[in-house]
């Protein structure tokens, strides 16, 4: 089994940080990479999560668990390092006394499209996208119509997350391929506990294609005289899975093959009120019987769960416990994770799990 495009190495694309807020200004570095789209969250306060990207550009926050519009904040991050990013004082982030855990990703190569003189699609975008990881960020206005939109990348996302920037208070609409019903139709928010819901205006009833995303005449997705920030991800053998099973309610739970060890997981469950959970091998460095939980439609401060939880295997995820969040009795659910490393490299390494 071979991967390719640095895919052996999937910490060149994904990377987990901890830290600890100074109420100042402060450097984070070890990441690895200059990352492209930066989520915080407070592990010990009640704070809101925060999102910063390249292509917004920083001191421009966006919460992913509320429907706020972007914000301007000279105390948020105020550059993108190539081994990390600078931030100022802003509590949410770098509160003194704080701990925090971000979630960083790569994107790639700058694009602007003009959709009239390329052909692709019929909404112009500027973005930054990476092939090699799956990953893009993608900007655009509305037109107040339905319309096609360039993601940047050559293979068809599996997941895509949409907000509006400007003009108005607006839900994180989320397309996931392993949304059961109909995921052309089908559309689940980030910021919100409830379930999957069928709304043909939001996607266009069609499905995202190798070269665009399609949005329908929903204000939310194209609203005119708004502006609109959409995270594309495609899967990549060894580095991204997105998927969707069907719980069984036991502590020997089901059992999810990613081909890749992972590393990062956010799972929901799509037909009834659930939590966004967000796992990762930082928070929970080895497979015991506790979980530090934190909810990516939630501001809570990180609680300690004992029903509820992920075992990270070499080749995939294991559910044990009982917790409806994870692995209700005929429960359906859908998941991104990321790789610490894929199941077999490129040279015939295997990974472990943990």
């Known amino acids: 089994m071979s991967y390719t495009n640095g895919l052996d190495k999937p910490s060149d694309y994904f990377s987990t940080k901890l830290y600890s807020g100074n109420g100042g200004t402060q450097s984070i570095t070890g990441i690895g990479f200059s990352p492209s789209w930066v989520w915080i969250k407070s592990r010990t306060s009640t704070a809101n999560h925060n999102v910063i990207d390249v292509v917004r550009g920083v001191n421009k926050e966006l919460r992913p668990d509320v429907s706020n519009a972007e914000e301007a904040d000279n105390n948020n991050i105020s550059s993108l390092d190539s081994d990390g990013w600078t931030m100022d004082n802003d509590g949410k982030i770098n509160g003194s006394g704080n701990n925090y855990v971000s979630w960083n990703w790569k994107a790639g ?31 655009y206005s509305g037109t107040g119509g339905a319309g096609t939109i360039k993601h940047g990348l050559s293979t068809t996302p599996s997941m895509i997350i949409v ?42 009833d069609t499905a995202p294609t190798s070269s665009v995303f399609s949005v329908g005449t929903e204000d939310t997705v194209s ?14 053998k060894g580095y991204s899975k997105f998927g969707s099973y069907v719980g069984n309610g036991s502590n020997d739970g089901i059992f999810c093959f990613t081909g ?3 590393s990062f997981v956010m799972v929901k469950r799509t037909d009834a009120t659930n939590q966004w959970m967000l796992i990762d091998n930082k928070r929970t460095p080895s497979n015991t019987g506790t979980v530090p939980e934190l909810f990516a439609d939630l501001s809570s401060a990180e609680n300690n769960s004992t029903d509820g939880r992920f075992d990270f295997l070499s080749n995939g995820l294991k559910a044990r416990g009982t917790n409806a969040v994870i692995n209700a009795s005929g429960g ?12 077999v ?10």
């Open 109 to 139: 190569t700058s694009f602007t499209n003009d959709a009239s003189s390329t052909g692709i699609g019929t909404i112009d975008s500027t973005g930054s996208a990476s092939d090699a990881s799956g990953f893009s960020i993608v900007s």
């Open 260 to 262: 890749m060890k992972p």
């Open 163 to 204: 907000k509006v920037r400007t003009g108005r208070t607006s839900d994180w609409l989320v397309y996931h391929k392993g949304i059961a019903s109909d995921a052309q139709t089908d559309c689940i928010k980030l910021n919100e506990s409830g379930a999957s819901f069928d709304e043909a205006t939001i996607w266009n």
């Open 332 to 343: 359906t659910y859908i998941y991104m994770a990321f790789a610490e490393s894929p199941f």
């Open 223 to 236: 609203g005119s005289g708004n502006t609109f920030i959409a995270y594309c991800f495609a899967e990549k």
């Open 345 to 354: 490299t490129s040279t015939g390494v295997p990974a472990t799990a943990r």
